[in-house]
């Protein structure tokens, strides 16, 4: 009796996720390709880029701004105090190009928490009329601008947030990696939602790559108004709908791409520290939600050797898995092999985690971001 009642309780489960999974597919935005604008006068772009420690990863993003076909934007990129050639990198990179600055850090302020005290700088000293806030790790296609503000333009939006296609993912990074920066999302959030959504267990954003109108992150205080937040891109984004604008949420579809973790250590510190941030964050409940379920999965896995019936639970897993990596483009046999042990593993990421919130502080590229509930 309690087999059975666990098995239906587990297949209702399951079946909301695959329902989710299959949402996103059948109306999820992609970047298209767009040769050009569509506008007379090309609207300017600021693309905002900070960096601390990027020696390893920034050259490649710098090259392809360097390719775009867009032609009215700028590009400034502050130094966090990087500790590392990321500055030598930059500079041989930009190579002269008048386009790009580099913008020398200034001391830190206590008040802000990460990366957000960087880009409230960048802000401040850009002039386009979209700011397009990009992570290191991130490359753009030439036609990459074009597109992005096709999805602003199409959707009628303030802003919008692209979840890039991982270029590459070699060796034991699979492990990691799609399945813990996009899988879970797209089995949980229904992206098509966040449009005209101001429920925060509907809201889902990006910060590797969000372009938003100037005059609308004005609107919201920009990244002064969201200082003390961890997830600076989800924040953000929810200030602008809670002004009853409305936001798009896009998958790269490899016009805009970024690397994966450089190691399996690096993939691991990574994962760890996105569950530690979100848990702490404004979407907590979220992101307790997500726990909750991968947790379910890590169980059902167990259950197959109690009684062969759950073999249909992992099968209805499984379906959603292969979904999810169609919608990015990824090798769909590949993933699905490698599902199980992402499963198996979370429990070991989500102990790491709750050590760090136990702690409260977490450590990232040589600092301390000390953890509270927002």
Known sequence: MLINILFVILVIINSV??????????????LLPVNKSGQADEP?????IPV????DSISSLVNSLKNLSYSNFEVLIYDDHSTDQTISVIEKAVNKDK????VKGRQENPDYIGKNFALNQLSKRAKGDYLLFVDSDVQLTPIALNSILKVIRDDKSAAVSIFPTQAKIEGLERVFMPFFREGVSLM???FAKVTSSKREVEFIANGQLFMIHRAVYKEVGG??????KYLDDVALMMEVRHKGLR??????NGIVTSDSYSSLSKAYKGVSKNIVLSYVSDINHHVSLTMVMMLVFFVQFFMVFVHPIFFFNLILIFIARVIVAKIYGHNQLKELLVTPIQILIY???LFGALDKLNKGVLIWKGRRIFLRRN
């Not at 989710?20 to 999820?28: A, M, P």
């Not at 386009?99 to 580099?102: A, D, E, G, H, N």
């Not at 990244?223 to 003390?228: A, G, I, L, N, Q």
């Open 17 to 30: 996720v695959l329902v989710i999974s299959l949402y996103n597919f059948l109306t999820i935005t992609y």
């Open 188 to 190: 949980t959030v229904p």
């Open 44 to 48: 300017k772009i600021s693309v905002l």
């Open 347 to 349: 429990p070991f990421l």
């Open 99 to 102: 386009r790009v600055s580099i």
């Open 223 to 228: 990244h002064e108004s969201v200082k003390d």
């Open 52 to 55: 601390r420690d990027e020696e």
């Open 247 to 252: 936001v798009s949420v896009a998958i790269g």
